[in-house]
Structures are given as C-alpha cells and as structure tokens.
C-alpha cells in the first residue's frame, strides 16, 4: 500500500489530503508497496522455519485484488538450497477475523505444497491505514510471530513437513 506522505521543512511526514504543489514536499511510501491505487484486499504471509543444521527454509506468499475484477496469487519457497516458484495457488480457507489462511500451491515440476497459517487469538494487531486516495481508512489486521506449518510433496521425494510457533508473520486485509 502507498500512502502519499510529504516531508514538511523539519523532515518530519505528515499525510496530505491535497496533491502537493511546488515547493519542499516529498513524495513518501508507507506499508506495503502495491502502487498509487488503493487495494482493496490482499493476504501476505513471510514464514521462516528454522532446522537443526543451522539453516532455514522460508516461504512467502501474496494474493491481492488486481484491476478488472482479478486477483494476482504468487508464492515461493527457499528450501534445501532450492527456490520454488509456484504460480498454481489455491486458498481452501482465508479468515480475516481469526486471522487464518490456508493454501495449496503447484509449480510447473509438480511440487506441491499445502500451508497453514494462524494468527495468535488476542495477539493480532488491526491498525487503521488511509487509503491511497486519502478518500478514508480501513483496517489491517497483522501477526508478526504467528504459527505456520508447511507440507512439501516434491516427485520421488517423501514428504517433508515444516513448522514453526512464531516465524510467521501473516497479514490481512479486506474480504
């Protein structure tokens, strides 16, 4: 999300109603960067699980709403040195209210991965942001240490569960 915010003369940001004019405004971002429209859904997760040799796998997924009614879904995997790249991606389960996501993705080799991702009951923060246009405000729901568990299926490989207890941060946003 983009949130015009201008430097006033002591660098200090301030939120602007009005489009600036000449002079010492500056053009900011806050949030998340989905360009100067307002969007208004997306789900956003960053997941890392930690292992025993010291390194860690991470996955990261995004759906949000796109022009024309679409919605754009991509998520990836870092794991056993490996970058899985899934376009194929459906979300079986997505809660705003209990903060939970749950989703299954395919690459074009045939992985598969099944992901469940849930919020903290009481612990999710849901701050108000501006839209873009500054035209109101909605909420965002966030849990920066959420828990996660993933299931990696690979061709001719035994599946491979990962989880963790509060590596995840899973944000929402919109139905």
């Known amino acids: 999300m983009v949130v015009p915010v201008f430097a006033d003369e002591s ?10 004019g000449a002079g010492r405004a500056r053009l900011g971002i806050q949030g998340h960067n989905c360009g100067y429209r307002h ?3 997306w789900t956003w997760t960053h997941i890392h699980f930690p292992n025993a040799r010291g390194h860690g796998s991470t996955f990261e997924a995004l759906a949000y709403e ?3 009614g679409m919605t754009s879904r991509t998520a ?6 490996q970058k899985l790249t899934f376009q194929k991606f459906h979300e079986s389960q997505r809660d705003l209210q209990k903060l939970k996501w ?10 598969r991965v099944e992901v469940s991702v849930c ?3 009481g612990f999710a923060h849901r701050l108000p942001y501006v839209k873009t246009d500054c035209s109101g405000r909605f909420e965002v729901a966030n849990d920066s240490l959420a828990l996660a568990r ?4 690979r061709p001719g490989k035994a599946a491979e569960e990962l989880v963790t207890d509060a590596g995840a941060v899973l944000e929402m946003v919109g139905n």
Do not use: I, Y
């Open 76 to 81: 990836v995997l870092w794991h056993d040195g």
């Open 119 to 121: 919020g903290r009951e």
């Open 102 to 111: 749950n989703l299954e993705c395919t690459d074009a080799l045939g992985a």
């Open 66 to 68: 796109m022009p024309l």
């Open 11 to 20: 660098g200090a940001g301030r939120v602007r109603r009005r489009s600036a």
């Open 150 to 153: 993933l299931v990696l299926q």
């Open 39 to 41: 969007r208004n859904f």
